[in-house]
């Protein structure tokens, strides 16, 4: 089959070779020399090109989520669409876990033999990872440590064309959203009990829904507390304090400074009535992004164990804490309210209300 295509360079018929490019791919690992580099170097430059390679596919398939709900009305078809790619996205950054495994082969007398090589470059200047963070959502002042990946890419950027050609590609992506922001704005417009942002009674609704939220809290709370008070280990006064603190939580949440949050409820609804037919793929793409969140909280977990293992604790070599700066960021999140979320879930049948048929499959005649 491809021996049969033409191809497109006139250079007769296209073979895998030249589709793939990887007499030029192959001449790519020369590090900081002008030769070829070779054993522990070679395999370290070929994995961490492989994960820049993976970056761009991650790129790609994300940006396509986040410019698809960069509108006022989301199909249907596109959210399914959207959970599929988002799935996608989920096995790659499981295959770059697993990778890590691969960098672990890797032993300290071995890197330390050609770690001079890298100078001050660090995986802390990887662009397409600051573009793939800045796609999902990761905001540069919430990032650990004091660290400032982007000031700092701005000031390599006149070191070289490739340097400025990343700062462009950094510099167009902060004009865009996030796909953390596109989806708030998605889920400000979920019709919640049918009712939608531009109906007139809308404020009636959320807030009535509001208040069924945390009653079914409320009412979640006293059942876990009823099942836990004098069978558990921890005093009676320090569980009831802590169901407290949650349903303090709660509404704090849903209505900071006391006005009905519409995206946090539309976000609880779907969770709630996930089996009503019409949210079965909103709920899926809320549950699938959340698991690609973890993927990119395992990478990061991987890679700061491989880095402890092959140098310990010391500095890296981009100036960063190392591991331990590696550690926090595990901590960060994009996703933030569809992690705390579900903290505050209530099973559906504490409700007094159900999703109404609107939410159903249409049945003509």
Known sequence: MWSI???SLGKGPLTY??????????????GNKETA??????HFIIVHQIFELWFRLLRSELSWIRDAFDTEHVEEQTVAD??????RCIHILHVMQEQWGVVGTLEPQGFLRFRHELGSASGFESWQMRVFELII????????DGSRPLDHLQKVAKRSPGDSAAWEHIEKELTRPSIADVLARWLHR??????????????EVVAEFLEEVITSITRQSELGFAVSKGGSSVDDEVLKARHEATLASATSFFAPDGVPDRARLG?????????????????RLIDTLVRL??????WRTRHARAVERIIGRRPGTGGSSGVDYLDMTTKMRAFTDLWTVRSLLAPSTLFDTEADQTYGFAIDG
Do not use: C
Request: proline share 8%.
């Open 137 to 144: 959502g990761y905001r540069q002042e919430e990032r650990p």
């Open 82 to 87: 959207a959970v599929r790619g988002a799935e």
């Open 17 to 30: 070779e030249r589709y793939l490019r990887i007499t030029e791919m192959l001449e790519l690992q020369i």
């Open 5 to 7: 295509m033409t191809d």
């Open 293 to 298: 969140e973890e993927g990119v909280i395992l």
């Open 190 to 203: 979920t019709p919640i009990h049918g009712s939608t942002p531009k109906d007139p009674d809308d404020k």
């Open 37 to 42: 580099a070779e054993g522990d170097e070679l």
């Open 267 to 283: 976000l609880y609804f779907i969770e709630t009535f996930r089996d009503a037919p019409l949210l079965t793929w909103p709920q």
